[in-house]
């Protein structure tokens, strides 16, 4: 996108750690050295590259426009900076310059609120939510901190992202992985953002492999203990005058034999 035309570079770095650079104009026809041999598929190539370098400085500069309009009517003129003797605007002052005069001049922070900056870094977070949460905490103070001329350097940023982390007691290998990979004094926040949000992509993963296998277990159990359940209730009411809820083996009529003539002789 064109946010790199519109926020102040030490805002821009937090989420591209490649500074911002307008697309160059391209002139207005593909022009080739001269005394030059190229091959006919190496000039369409240049010609294709021209084409894309110049719609992307047109659709740069269509978007500057319609910014610059978008803000000249949205922002009263007792607000915009003197441009000479009874005239006020923004005169050649780029996107960026425009909101940081903003920023300067109408966005004053309150002590209460630097000091409410302070305590919001130290937030505990829950590793049930997403760990883009922890991220946009930190970066959401780190924006209020330069709207209120403090400065927040990387190392700020990942020491608060750090401590968030290991308040959790549950990335203690994957801190370990980070600290080797990222030596002290080293690090930046793009690459802290990187590999944390791999590590939890790696940790929600596990979590819901584990929740749907004890679901599947205790499911299993639970119909083990169903038919036990069953069957201890239906012994609970059986009684010999009533029939039991499974088959009954019920033996033929016994045979009678003759009268023993035992007696008889004795």
Known sequence: GYAGLLLQPNIYRLSEPTPWQDTPDPGRNCELPP???FTANEISNRKHRFEQDKLERTNQENFKRAMRDAIDDGIPDDYKPGQG????????????????YMYNH????SPLEIQKLSRQLDQPWNPNDPIENLFKNIEDT????????????????????????MGT???RE?????????????????????????????????QQTMA???????????????????MMTASHHFTPHSTPPWPVFHPPNPI????????NNA
């Open 35 to 37: 005394n030059a041999f």
């Open 85 to 100: 003797v009874g005239v006020r605007g923004f005169g050649t002052m780029t996107l960026s310059e425009i909101f940081e």
């Open 106 to 109: 109408y966005g004053v922070v």
């Open 142 to 165: 780190a924006l209020f901190a330069i709207v209120a001329n403090k400065t927040f350097m990387d190392h700020s940023l990942i020491t608060s992202g750090k401590c968030a982390i």
């Open 169 to 171: 007691n549950l990335f």
């Open 174 to 206: 994957e801190m370990r992985e980070y600290n080797r990979q990222n030596p002290h004094g080293m690090e930046d926040w793009i690459t802290f953002k990187t590999f944390w949000k791999n590590a939890y992509t790696d940790y929600d993963r596990d």
């Open 212 to 230: 749907a296998s004890g679901y599947h277990s205790a499911n299993n159990i639970a119909k083990d203990l169903g038919g036990v359940e069953m």
């Open 256 to 263: 009678k034999m003759p009268p023993s003539n035992k007696s």
